[in-house]
């Protein structure tokens, strides 16, 4: 995924959606030397305890094949306002698009993303689904260092289980799969009647589990 210069359709779509009482920004990246991939909340303490200036939360904007995508995160604003993502992102990207909100603060536990579909190929809105739903798993998941995230055992079975179906559909739209083309699970069904049929009553009953079992 891209962060997006322009403003198109889908961008001001997620930029209405968000909702943030402030504007969007391009702002330059540079990375810190010690800074690490998706931990800019880290990153931007570390350079503030060490540059001085603050901490600014909102959403960094990342646009891909098939959905527009606000990430929470965090950037450095040095003391006369100018604001610099110091978290480096793959591709290396030289700007971001980044909208400030102060509505959400990051405390140990996972803010989820915000997405909007693009395109016309209904599986879309599956596909954000089940990103969705592993957002809501993340939110039982307990940080252990920079890099990785702890689950008890039935919810990290639950969540390898979403992500496995959420980067089958990616693949399986790319390679121009629809909902009435046989699914991606070779069973010579059409998605719409295999993987794609209970999707959403089998999601339903995954939360009402994963949030007893973490009660």
Not at 39 to 55: F, I, M
Not at 115 to 137: A, W
Request: hydrophobic share 35%; charged share 25%.
């Amino acid at each position: 995924m891209v962060s997006p210069i322009e403003i198109t359709a889908s961008v001001q779509q997620l930029i209405d959606r968000i909702g943030s009482a402030y504007l969007h920004e391009i702002i330059p990246v540079r990375p810190e030397a010690d800074a690490k991939a998706g931990d800019s909340y880290v990153n931007v303490q570390r350079k503030v305890a060490k540059d001085g200036g603050d901490l600014v939360y909102g959403w960094a904007v990342w646009l891909g094949d098939f959905i527009c995508e606000g990430e929470h995160c965090a950037v450095w604003e040095d003391e006369e306002g100018n604001l610099t993502d110091v978290t480096p992102h793959p591709g290396m990207p030289a700007q971001l698009l980044f909208i400030p909100d102060d509505r959400y603060v990051y405390e140990g536990k996972y803010i989820s993303n915000v997405r909007v579909g693009i395109g016309h190929n209904p599986l879309i809105e599956h596909f954000i689904l089940l990103s969705e739903m592993k957002d809501f798993l993340k939110q039982f998941s307990t940080r252990v260092d920079d890099d990785n995230i702890h689950f008890n055992t039935y919810t990290g079975n639950v969540y390898n289980h979403y992500n496995s179906l959420c980067d089958n559909l990616e693949l399986y739209m790319r390679e121009g799969g629809k909902s009435g083309t046989p699914c991606y699970c070779k069973s010579s069904k059409p998605y719409s009647q295999c993987h794609g049929r209970n999707l959403l009553s089998a999601m339903e009953i995954d939360r009402k589990n994963v949030t007893k079992v973490n009660s």
